[in-house]
């Protein structure tokens, strides 16, 4: 075993710069010890993803040296990378869903067969340094996705890893979820010595969790400090280089208001779908925004598409401004109703288009000749504006949605909605994997809309962040509503106790 | 518009902090000449965007060659060269709107089955009920098939291969009944005629094509004293004048051309127009790039995807009897395997197998690349038993350079 002053991994000035313009690192020193867990922060852009991807071998750094157990190293290859110790869990767990959890474990094996007596006992014997059992006949389709998040730790275990580099394995876990994940880190770093490399944007989990923190921006290391010297507004600062009062601040400046006199622009009349959202009803008053506090899987989303007549299978009626709305996602953008869904990539995006044909995709006659001639000139001038207004990190409007990092991504995603005439924004998790400059430009973005007379439901996990922007919020848990409480008159315990139920409240941040 | 009043408070909360005030300020400064396109001449003129331009340019220079060395027919002359149009005409159609189900993210392989199909109903119904209401009733024919096909794949939610794959044999097995296995064929002398002046007159485009040569000239002189200077639009409109300039002056202006060449450039124009400038045109790429995220933009997927498939069986039923009247009659195993070659064309032409990318100009260069395939082993005399052999290594080459261009092409 090695000693402790030796470190397992060092980078020396690792930088990487993607063809002439794009510099994703400029400069970054890392040292990785083993038994430590060491936590890995920055802002969206600040070069997370670029370094994690040298780590796994996903493409070469183009400057600085890299030391491996003492000797210099590099590798071309996941392959190449696994091989001599290094394994990465990435944040969309790349697992087959169609393969057994034992042959997702055992996917890199050499073997000719697709399991081995040997295989099970080796799996077994994971169980058992892990602690953790599940069934290795099942589809990995089948499992939750805090279950699958284990399935890759073992596959990483599985190879014989002494390092394992964790993109933010929490990021869509529940919360006893995360508390596995937790657990199986600490006993990995502490009883089988391996190092780990945490990324996250959770500040919490990277306090009560890692040994030691390197903050990036702008790709550089800005910091490099033992995590017990550090408490979260240190870090923040770090991260974005300024205290994160901002969001406070705009929660305690702003009085709350009444809004009896103000006009129901949206209603909910027991709106429900068969097997996914209870029926419920709901009045939603101009320059109002409604938190709706709810876990993953409470029925926050399918409340969210029911409203935006996404779910065929809804029943019960929306009335928009009085009228009623047609259930057809055509007719609530058409009446003024926009929706930012909960995977930015999947259901807000369309990849291949640039920032500006995203821009203008739910409001094109607003910039077409004729009502059907999208004039470019307009587009890409929208493009540029939304860049401009919501601070996006981007060369320009032409860049490609895809390449932008998760933040950024998110704020066009709902510059989509700022350019049209809309009356309600649905936000589902806008601020999930984001930076916390990112985040608090989203929630004051989110009062700015409700001061200027439109209604906002917004649904998130993190409940502070209801706490500092709504008027109302609404708890969700079962696919029904069970609570309602004003700002004013709850907190951020309770929303946790509600929405996670009284099995589930032991463990809270 | 409340936009302004929204116009973020961003911009007094990022002052007071560095990392994103940098951005910010950056942001605002260069925002003016950010919004000017830098015209990318790598990507322009690149071989993804390109590629099958440039093949087919690099086989009508070799084939014009060994024309030439071998003392055969000139493989240039407008004869040749309007003939090998002619011959891709029907193809280009249905390819073109191949391209199009290819760009909502669906697949068809039934065409050349419904192509058949409104060809024999049109032979078939001439003779009794005249031409024009015969050719309603095959392009009728034509669009049920696509709103089946569409229907079972938007509604049912079958995937669009196997739907097309069991109407391919279908609609080829209605043809047998329909045609009771025999070969039908028009009667009349007056509709022949009618026929032959339909599909096979040829019409002089020799001055049309010098005038569109010059007012492309002349556009491209337009843009560039507007830009200022030399993009890749003016410059491939200059290019593409003078070309077409050419080619006319060295025919001496007369270029006869078959109508159906004549209606497959209309028919392209149009295409391309709607994909390229309108609000249609750019839904149909956002539902084929992410349909989700289209259906969440308030964009109607079903109807858009379901539109596409009906668009190309009409199409494909318009080639049918463009294919009837060619013949004046209809054999019931006409234009079998042509989907192949169809979506062989799409393919040459870069357009996306999972959706949201393709252009129509490009299929139609890939379609008049196979056809210059053939065309050039006939003139040589190769033998067709080498042809299907070097159509599908070129088919698979091509692939390959749109694959292996656009990784390269794009920072990661």
């Known amino acids: 075993m090695m000693t402790a002053e030796q470190p397992l991994m060092k980078l020396d000035g690792i930088a990487k710069t993607f063809g002439r313009s794009v510099i994703a690192l400029k400069s970054v020193d890392l040292e990785i010890y083993r038994g430590r867990v060491h936590g890995l922060l920055g802002a969206n852009g600040a070069g997370k993803s670029t370094l994690i991807k040298i780590l796994s071998g996903a493409f070469p750094a183009t400057a600085g040296t890299i030391q491996w157990k003492g000797a210099p190293a590099s590798w071309s290859s996941p392959k190449e990378a696994n091989d001599m110790g290094v394994a990465t869990i990435h944040q969309h767990i790349p697992l087959v869903p169609s393969l057994s959890v034992l042959e997702n474990i055992f996917l890199s094996s050499q073997q000719t067969w697709r399991t081995t007596k040997a295989m099970r006992a080796q799996f077994d014997a994971l169980c058992t340094r892990v602690g953790y059992w599940l069934d290795p006949d099942k589809l990995v389709g ?28 929490t990021a869509s876990l529940a919360l006893e979820e995360r508390e596995l994940v937790y657990r199986t880190i600490r006993l990995l770093s502490k009883n089988e010595n391996k190092a780990i490399l945490f990324v996250s944007h959770f500040l919490d989990e990277i306090i009560a969790l890692t040994d030691e923190v390197t903050v990036l921006r702008d790709g550089r290391a800005v910091m490099r400090a033992e995590t017990k010297d550090l408490d979260e507004t240190k870090i923040a600062e770090a991260i974005v280089g300024r205290q994160i009062a901002a969001m406070e601040n705009a929660a305690s400046d702003r009085q709350l208001a009444d809004f009896d006199d103000a006009p129901v622009i949206l209603e909910l009349k027991e709106l429900s779908s068969p097997g996914k959202l209870a029926p419920i009803s709901l009045n939603l008053r101009a320059g109002e925004v409604i938190g709706i506090a709810g876990l993953l899987g ?106 932008l990092s998760g933040g950024n991504a998110q704020k066009v995603t709902i510059a989509k909605w700022l350019y049209s005439h809309i009356d309600v924004l649905l936000l589902d998790e806008p601020t999930a994997g984001i930076d916390i400059g990112a985040k608090t430009d989203i929630l004051i973005l989110v009062r700015k809309l409700a001061s200027t007379g439109k209604g906002v439901i917004i ?24 609570a309602e409480k004003p700002v004013a008159d709850t907190s951020e315990h309770e929303l946790i106790l509600l929405a996670g139920g009284q099995t589930e409240m032991s463990e809270t941040a | 518009m409340n936009e302004r009043d929204i116009k973020m408070a961003s911009t007094s909360n990022t002052a007071a902090d560095p990392s994103i005030g940098t951005s910010d300020a950056s942001g605002q400064g260069v925002s003016a000449e950010k919004l000017e396109r830098k015209p990318d001449w790598r990507a322009a003129f690149g071989l993804r965007e390109m590629g099958v331009f440039y093949a087919l340019l690099l086989l009508v220079i070799v084939l014009s060659f060994a024309t030439a060395y071998m003392g055969r027919s000139n493989y240039l002359s407008v004869l040749n060269v309007t003939n090998v149009m002619y011959q891709a005409s029907l193809t280009s159609f249905m390819a073109i709107a191949m391209t199009v189900v290819l760009i909502t993210g669906n697949f068809d392989l039934s065409v050349a089955s419904v192509a058949a199909f409104s060809a024999a109903v049109f032979v078939g119904s001439a003779n009794s009920m005249g031409l024009i209401p015969a050719g309603c009733l095959a392009m009728g024919a034509a669009i049920v098939a696509g709103l089946i096909n569409g229907s079972i794949v938007q509604f049912v939610g079958i995937n669009a291969f196997i739907v097309t794959l069991g109407t391919l ?40 094509l010098a005038v569109i040569a010059v007012a492309l000239l002349i556009c491209s002189a337009v843009h560039y004293t507007r830009a200022k200077r030399l993009e890749p639009v003016n410059l491939g409109m200059m290019l593409g004048g003078a070309a077409l300039l050419a080619f006319t002056w060295s025919a001496g202006f007369e270029v006869p051309l078959k109508m159906p060449v004549i209606y497959l450039a209309a028919f392209t124009l149009l295409v391309w127009f709607v994909l390229r400038f309108t609000t249609v045109g750019r839904r149909i790429y956002a539902v084929g790039g992410n349909p989700e995220a289209a259906r969440l933009s308030g964009i109607n997927v079903t109807f858009y995807k379901l539109a596409a498939f009906v668009f190309c069986s009409a199409t494909a039923g318009f080639a049918g009897i463009l294919f009837a009247s060619r013949l004046r009659s209809m054999n019931p195993t006409g234009l079998q395997g042509y989907e192949l070659t169809v979506i062989a064309a799409a393919i040459l032409g870069g357009t996306s197998l999972f959706g949201g990318a393709g252009s129509v100009i490009k299929t139609l260069g890939g379609a008049l690349l196979l056809y210059s395939l053939t065309n050039g082993f006939n003139i040589l005399n190769l033998g067709a038993n080498y042809q299907g052999l070097i159509e599908g290594v070129v088919v698979v080459a091509a692939a390959a350079i749109y694959t292996v261009g656009g990784r390269s092409g794009r920072k990661s």
């Open chain 1, 459 to 482: 649904v998130s996990s993190e409940f502070e962040e209801l706490l500092a922007v709504s008027d109302r919020i609404l708890v969700m848990r079962d696919a029904r509503c069970i």
């Open chain 2, 169 to 208: 044999t279908a609609i080829r097995g209605l043809v047998l009944i329909y045609t009771d296995g025999a070969s039908l064929t028009i009667q009349s002398p007056e509709m022949s005629a009618a026929l032959r002046a339909f599909e096979s007159q040829r019409v002089d485009a020799g001055i049309v």
């Open chain 1, 142 to 169: 089948d499992l939750s996705i805090g279950a699958r998040q284990m399935v890759a730790i073992f596959q990483a275990l599985g190879s014989g890893a002494d390092m394992i580099v964790m993109d933010e394995p």
């Open chain 1, 298 to 403: 409470s029925g926050r989303s399918e409340l969210l598409h029911a409203i935006f007549g996404a779910d065929q299978h809804a029943r019960g009626e929306v009335l928009l401004n009085g009228k009623p709305l047609k259930r057809s996602t055509m007719a609530a953008v058409k009446a003024g109703v926009g929706l930012v869904p909960e995977d930015r990539m999947q259901q807000g995006l369309v990849p291949d288009f640039e920032i500006w044909r995203n821009t203008t995709l739910p409001a094109l006659e607003g910039v077409s000749r004729g009502g059907f001639m999208p004039v470019m000139r307009r587009e890409r001038e929208r493009g540029a504006d939304a860049i401009q207004r919501l601070g996006i990190k981007a060369p320009g409007p032409d860049a490609l949605v895809s390449e």
